[in-house]
């Protein structure tokens, strides 16, 4: 399957996405019973009677998953139906011991939201949420353990899940990146989970279909699942584009099927032909009472949120007066915005504190690949460091070395800076005799500047910083050679 050529008649054919997101919610318990909701535990210890589907047991809703999940909704634009009831979904995994799950069927929690997404150029388009239902989830099938056999580890079994569907309205791999991309900001600013896809927290079921530019029918569609990152989705999506391309070429038909992601090949497989609603036998939960949800409890919920990603940034732009660029950077994680606002507080100048942390800061970031406060520094420190660097105590690069250690080991900055004797020489006093013999030896170099050649300053400050060891003050030396040269 060659790419340039599938480049060459990709005008042949619109490409229809839409996207299925699992959010699993960060609630303390678990959807239905009181098992804890944590990551890490050794298999098949977080379980019960409840999540293992036992005889007589009785599921009872997590009030919180609930108010996350309104919160999500509301987030979203979402309308909330005033009557919540849940169903059983039926079908035989060895990781679902119950043989059902339960969900959502025909009246989900949230219904016709909308997310915005900036494509490249600056050009905004509104992808349509169609629904967010809640459910709990699955377990997990173990395969890579050496040994004939695989295992089942039912610890995620009941964990609170809402799943977010949107319209087919993203027409391209990109389209789908980047809606997934806003979505998870959206969530993390809601706090209601951690979006850890290398955890689970957040997964994603693509549904892609080609069809004639133009038409108005809907191609066969088929659905990716195994995608374990943004990028897999964009990856495995591009290719189904480029398979189902080629297969249409040939006057193949598109069956509609579901098919894994082979992350190694790069490929995806045929898995099985897709289910229909009907397949799943769904009839609402008789062990879970359908219950109406009242204005008074949307509104709570509504009063519990934050400041969202829009509203911040057109606050940024107000407040501080950057580049939306630069906004743009700094509103993409909650806990990084937060870092900067906190910062700027201390060190009251906007851009020189977005300056580091767009630099200094993210450069730490990305190469240890965590999040802001996993690197262990506070604003205060940020806003210390810029200050000794403003103020002409330590130079720009003594101070990226000082944060480049205080991140590293967690000592204070103070330390560094005392223990390393990084302040540099302000005194003009003490400058006086450098600066003399610095002109004194370097003749040529001052008839240059005198002649008009400035870069020629720039070597006299260099040879002023080599007989102090770097301790000088380049500006107070450039200040002070200037008027002994004229």
């Known amino acids: 399957m060659r790419a340039g050529k599938v480049l060459f008649k990709m005008a042949k054919y619109d490409t229809v996405i839409g996207l299925e997101t699992h959010l699993q919610l960060s609630t303390e318990t678990k959807i239905f019973c ?5 990551f890490g535990d050794p298999p098949n210890s977080r379980v019960c009677p409840v999540c293992l589907g036992h005889p007589g047991s009785l599921p009872v809703l997590n009030r919180k998953a609930f108010e996350y999940a309104i919160k999500v909704a509301l987030a979203l634009g979402c309308g909330v139906q005033r009557t919540v009831k849940f169903d059983r979904k039926n079908y035989y995994y060895p990781d ?28 905004h388009k509104v992808i349509g949420i169609t629904r967010a239902h809640l459910e709990e989830d699955a377990g ?5 353990i050496p040994g004939p056999s695989s295992y089942v580890d039912l610890n995620r079994t009941g964990t609170p899940l809402l799943e977010i569907v949107s319209e087919p309205d993203i027409s391209s791999p990109e389209e ?15 706090g209601v989970s951690d979006c850890n896809m290398e955890e689970g927290s957040l997964r994603c079921d693509a549904n892609i279909s080609l069809k004639p530019a133009g038409a108005a029918v809907l191609g066969s569609k088929v659905e990716i699942k195994n995608l374990n990152s943004f990028k897999a989705v964009r990856e495995a999506l591009n290719f189904e584009v480029a398979r189902q391309t080629e297969a249409l070429d040939e006057g193949e038909a598109i069956p509609q099927e579901t098919r894994l992601w082979h992350e190694e090949q790069r490929v995806t497989i045929s898995m099985r032909t897709k289910e229909e609603a009907q397949d799943y036998r769904y009839f609402p939960d008789p062990d879970l009472v359908p219950f109406e949800v009242s204005s008074g409890v949307i509104e709570s919920v509504r009063e519990t949120l934050p400041e969202l990603p829009a509203s911040k940034q057109e606050r940024f732009l107000g407040q501080y007066g950057l580049g939306e660029k630069d906004i ?12 900067f606002e906190k910062t700027v507080k201390i060190f009251s100048d906007p851009q020189v504190v977005c300056n580091w942390v767009k630099g200094e800061v993210m450069m730490h970031l990305k190469e240890q690949g965590e999040s802001i406060e996993s690197l262990g520094l506070s604003p205060q420190t940020l806003a210390e460091i810029i200050q000794m ?5 330590i130079s720009g690069l003594s101070a990226k070395s000082v944060l480049k250690e205080v991140i590293g080991t967690g000592r204070s900055a103070e330390d560094i800076v005392r223990e390393r004797s990084l302040e540099q020489v302000s005194d003009k006093g003490e400058l006086e005799g450098i600066v003399d013999s610095v002109i004194a030896d370097n003749q040529k170099s001052v008839n240059d500047f005198r002649s008009g050649k400035e870069a020629a300053i720039g070597f006299l400050v260099g040879q002023v910083m080599k007989k102090t060891s770097g301790k ?7 200040e002070m050679l200037r008027k002994r040269i004229i």
Request: glycine share 10%.
């Open 389 to 393: 660097a403003s103020s002409g105590r």
């Open 472 to 478: 000088a003050n380049p500006k107070v030396a450039g």
């Open 34 to 38: 009181g098992c804890g909701n944590v």
């Open 176 to 190: 789908a990146y980047l809606y997934l991309v806003e979505l998870k900001r959206l969530i993390r600013y809601l």
């Open 96 to 123: 679902l011991p119950k043989n059902y799950q339960i969900s959502q069927y025909d009246m989900p929690i949230a219904y016709d939201g909308k997310i915005k997404i900036t494509l490249p150029g600056g050009v």
């Open 140 to 144: 997990k099938l173990l395969h890579d």
């Open 328 to 339: 743009e950077l700094l509103i993409s994680d909650i806990d990084l915005a937060d870092f």
